[in-house]
C-alpha cells in the first residue's frame, strides 16, 4: 500500500513564493510520473504539473507555467512544486498523485494516477 501525503500548505499573499512538497511511503513504489492537481471550492479538480520519473518529460498547466516548477527525488521519494508570484486563483486545495505509467498525453487526467494525497491547502490573499 502506497500512502501519499503532502506538506507545507498555508497562508500567503499575492506575489509570494511557497513550496509544496509530497512524500510517499509504504510498499516500495516507483513511480512512472508524479503530479500535482488542485481543486477550488465549488471547481472541478485541474491539473497543475506532472514530472516522469526519470526526469525526462515536465508539463505544466497554462495557468501556472513559467510560474510553478515540479522537481522530483528519486532516492526520497518525493515531489516538489515550487511556486512563485502566486496569485489569489491559485487558492486551492493541491493534491500530490502518483502514477504507475501515463501517456504523454494523458499526464493531465487524474484517471491516469493510482496513488492519491489527502491534499493541502493553500490561500493566497490579495
Known amino acids: 500500500q502506497v500512502q501519499l501525503a503532502e506538506s507545507g500548505g498555508g497562508l500567503v499573499q499575492a506575489g509570494d513564493s511557497h513550496r509544496l512538497s509530497c512524500a510517499a511511503s509504504g510498499s516500495t513504489f516507483t513511480p512512472y510520473g508524479m503530479g500535482w492537481f488542485r481543486q477550488a471550492p465549488g471547481k472541478e479538480r485541474e491539473f497543475v504539473a506532472a514530472?516522469?520519473?526519470?526526469?525526462?518529460?515536465?508539463y505544466y498547466a497554462d495557468s501556472v507555467k513559467g510560474r510553478f516548477t515540479i522537481t522530483r527525488d528519486t532516492t526520497k521519494i518525493t515531489v516538489t512544486l515550487q511556486m512563485f508570484d502566486l496569485k489569489p486563483e491559485d487558492t486551492a486545495r493541491y493534491f500530490c498523485?502518483?502514477?504507475?505509467?501515463?501517456?504523454?498525453?494523458?499526464?493531465?487526467?487524474?484517471?491516469?494516477?493510482?496513488?492519491w494525497g489527502q491534499g493541502t491547502q493553500v490561500t493566497v490573499s490579495s
Open positions: 498523485a502518483g502514477s504507475n505509467f501515463f501517456r504523454s498525453n494523458t499526464y493531465s487526467d487524474g484517471n491516469w494516477y493510482d496513488y
Open positions: 514530472i516522469r520519473w526519470n526526469g525526462q518529460n515536465v
